[in-house]
């Protein structure tokens, strides 16, 4: 009795270790084919979009930037001719100075260095913000000029004497629009008015969406970072653990990675679909 259920036994044993054994070859092949084949795809294919994305924003965002950096070069060269009577306490004027000082102080870097700001320089809500103080600029002298005419000096002769290089900074803004204008108070209003209106409002909407985009793709690369470390995780567990633990263990692990694999192209797919729509 007892030789036959050992050979009974010992023959469920050697079914299970075929078994087992066919099971772990099945899984390092599917895991295999995820690594080399699907995440391959993946990543390519990711890199591919996001490549594309990436010059579409440079594209759209550099002459942009381009033309803020000659902006803040102008209201520095031009505001040094503004003076406010002393002991003024209107608060326009003062919000409306300390707006020049703002851009002024913005623009040091670009005159120190020669080059303009980079696109990856302020994040679409600080951009919005500057734009809005330029914005601001504007509605002082042209809504509240009442309230600030007779509150300043603004010393137009020197202004002529030394206009030559905010003339040029000015051209790299509006490059015809403003020729012959003599620097004055009406001028910098006008100015920003009209890169508020004309320059930003068109794309104001870009940088968001380039910083919304940029959020997805991260989303994208932590799964596919997750699903490659789970497969192999998987992987030297069935190298190094098949004989001291439960089968089902692996063949669990294993189809968390299809699972996570599909997952992932799911999401690529959505991020393809949102990428199109991008910046048209």
Known sequence: MSSLLKFVVDRLWNSYCIYANEQYSIGVTILTALLTGGFLMLFIENRHIGDNIVNRYYFIMTPFMHRLSNYLKFISSVKTFYVINRGDKEVYVHDFKLLLDKMEKLAHPCIMS?????????S???LDNLCDDINRIWYYWDRKHNYMQGHYVYETDKAERFETLG???LKEVFSKEFDGREFSMPLISDVSGKFYYNVWQPIQHIPFQYENWQKKDQKFKELSLFTICTSLITLAIILLLRYLIPI???????IIC???LGYTLYEMIKLDEYSRKLFR
Do not use: N, R, T, V
Not at 114 to 122: A, H, I, L, N, T
Not at 248 to 254: E, T
């Open 167 to 169: 003339h040029e900074y």
């Open 248 to 254: 089902w263990i692996p063949i669990f692990l294993i």
């Open 258 to 260: 299809m699972a996570s």
């Open 114 to 122: 020669g080059q303009d700001y980079p696109c990856s320089k302020f």
């Open 124 to 126: 679409a809500q600080e």
